[in-house]
């Protein structure tokens, strides 16, 4: 988002970034204890309950069978129908336990990143004593410059990605407790990961001080005129754009070759000798789909997270309108409580729409969650391009809300204001790409 000097930032204000860690650390364990565990061990009861049920209802056909009462192909017997009641009611149960042990899970992971990043670029920028702070004087302190961040960063990406494969890997393997996985396989990505944080705290100390004062112009066509770090923006969306279509070309073109349940129905297409149909995630998805497996809780999370992004759109918006407003006047009821003054205005937008982006991720880590145990696997015809679609808008997601963690933090501490304002225009322009790129997936791989 820009560089600035960061020299007259006092350590008390980095250590709130401190303050912020614990709240969020606390508020992510508390909810991991309420859902990942008390009500995730009760449902994983009833789910245990129901097995037992389906296995008996099995038995029971199973035996009826061999006794020759009913054909084992007969489907309107009633112990046949009590078999597939007991197993849809044992999928119903497992679907529910992982519901909420995955949402505990989630949360927790999401708020241990959120502190690391605040907890880390807090003590790295409160390392140097406060006498070394006031060093430095005039505008030249508040403005952008040349930024060693985004090197910093992306060459921690490029470790991070060059030992992913290894780092899956021993990552599995040391959670199904295999021999396969060794901590020296997650080396590489970790030592990148790290440089990834120390970038991001690099450029949290380069930025927040920044008033508005010298934001740089850029000087060539077409952008004449224009601020840089605007331009910047744009140009970067150009470039995500590409990726994204490359994810939709490949899925449109891989699609028209399919066989799939819908197109079978419709006549549109024949099986060949040894060809199966293509299932298609929007089968496994909707409720009484071609899979037979899809459930109310299976499809509402793609659901309610369009909805959501599309309000955290809307609510940085707020942000930046509130951040630009001269005479700022509290609303009345509820609301005007929670925005009394300007800056708790723009701080309560931001953390509203930060609250929407983790609710996503959460969300989509429980259908995916749902997903895999129905069947819909990476390996399935479908799911590589179906995982690695929703999955880079996913880190999308994620690191936006990185960013809107500083934003935060920025709001909390120096302010947000009509001169430094431009800061949540620019990062809105990512977010809105990102929220639009969601509208055009969630029809394309859940309905289609």
Not at 23 to 47: C, E, N, P, Q, R
Not at 265 to 277: F, H, I, P, R
Not at 340 to 350: D, G, M, Q, S, V
């Amino acid at each position: 988002m820009g560089g600035g000097g960061g020299s007259d930032v006092k350590n008390a204000v980095w250590m709130r970034a401190l303050i912020m860690a614990g709240m969020i650390l606390g508020f992510a364990v508390v909810s991991y204890i309420g859902l990942g565990v008390v009500v995730a061990d009760m449902k994983h009861h009833t789910w245990e309950d129901e097995e037992d049920h389906y296995y008996e209802a099995k038995k029971e056909w199973q035996d009826a069978v061999d006794a020759g009462e009913i054909q084992s192909d007969d489907k309107n017997a009633d112990l046949y129908k009590a078999k597939e009641e007991a197993h849809h009611h044992e999928i119903d149960a497992h679907l529910s336990y992982l519901t909420y042990r995955v949402a505990g899970l989630a949360i927790l992971f999401v708020g241990i990143i959120f502190t690391a990043f605040l907890v880390i670029s807090g003590i790295m920028n409160s390392s140097r004593p406060d006498e070394h702070h006031d060093d430095h004087h005039g505008h030249d302190d508040h403005e952008h410059h040349g930024s060693a961040s985004p090197i910093i960063f992306s060459f921690g990406c490029l470790l991070f990605l060059l030992g992913f494969p290894d780092f899956a890997d021993g990552l599995h393997g040391l959670m199904m407790g295999s021999a396969k996985g060794t901590i020296a396989d997650l080396s590489v990505s970790m030592i990148g990961l790290t440089v990834v944080t120390v970038g991001i705290a690099n450029w949290w100390r380069e930025d927040l001080p920044f008033n508005g004062y010298g934001e740089q112009l850029a000087t060539s066509d077409p952008f004449a005129g224009q601020h840089i770090r605007k331009a910047g923006i744009w140009v970067f969306l150009m470039s995500e754009v590409m990726v994204f279509a490359t994810f939709f070309s490949s899925y449109l073109r891989m699609r028209t070759e399919w066989c799939t349940k819908w197109a079978l129905d419709d006549g549109k297409c024949t099986l060949a000798e040894g060809e199966s149909v293509v299932m298609t995630a929007s089968d496994y998805l909707r409720p009484g789909g071609a899979a037979g497996t899809g459930d109310f809780w299976t499809m509402l999370p793609g659901a309610v997270n369009t909805f959501a992004l599309i309000i955290s759109s809307y609510t940085i918006v707020l942000a930046l309108k509130v951040a630009k407003s001269h005479d700022y006047k509290a609303p009345g009821g509820l609301l005007g409580k929670l925005m009394p003054t300007k800056k708790a205005a723009i701080r309560n937008y931001l953390i509203i729409t930060l609250a929407l982006g983790t609710m996503f991720i959460v969300l989509k880590l429980v259908e995916w969650s749902h997903l895999i145990a129905e069947g819909f696997t990476v390996g399935t015809e479908q799911g590589s391009i179906f995982y690695v679609a929703t999955g880079a808008h996913g880190v999308h997601v994620f690191a936006g809300l990185l960013v809107m963690l500083y934003m935060i933090f920025k709001a909390d501490t120096v302010e947000w204001d009509e001169e430094n304002a431009q800061g949540i225009e620019y990062f809105g322009l990512y977010w809105h790409f990102v929220d639009l790129a969601w509208v055009v997936i969630f029809p394309a791989f859940y309905l289609y």
